[in-house]
């Protein structure tokens, strides 16, 4: 069994940065896309930021020029560097990824990281 495990949320004042990490653990036979979703209260999931394998990268509109998503392909590991944080990027972070599994695609999710930017 494949498990994402998230880790680096916390606390942090507007205009802070927080680093988050995600590692890929179990049988892993190949990990495609890896990102990251946010969940604020009362509202929707939704995309961060996501990076392929090979690289190519998609933001979502409201962290562009803000976050920075990356990834160790040889440590299955994805993170998402996040500076000038707003109050607005509250949420519960969740790590995702496609894992390949040699036969199909299964998509999986970690349990989740707490961000609180606030004064």
């Known amino acids: 069994q494949v498990q994402l495990v998230e880790s680096g949320g916390g606390l942090v004042q507007p205009g802070g940065s927080l680093r988050l990490s995600c590692v890929g653990s179990g049988r892993i036979y190949r990990l495609n896309a890896m990102g990251w979703y946010r969940q604020a209260p009362g509202k929707e999931r939704e995309l961060v930021a996501a990076?392929?394998?090979?690289?190519?990268?998609n933001y979502g509109d409201s962290v562009k020029g803000r976050f920075t998503v990356s990834r160790d392909n040889g440590k299955n590991t994805v993170y998402l560097q996040m500076n000038s944080l707003k109050p607005e990027d509250t949420a519960v972070y969740y790590c995702?990824?496609?894992?390949?599994?040699?036969?199909?695609?299964?998509?999986?999710w970690g349990q989740g990281t707490l961000v609180t930017v606030s004064s």
């Open positions: 990076v392929t394998s090979g690289g190519r990268k």
């Open positions: 995702n990824a496609d894992h390949f599994t040699g036969f199909r695609t299964v998509e999986i």
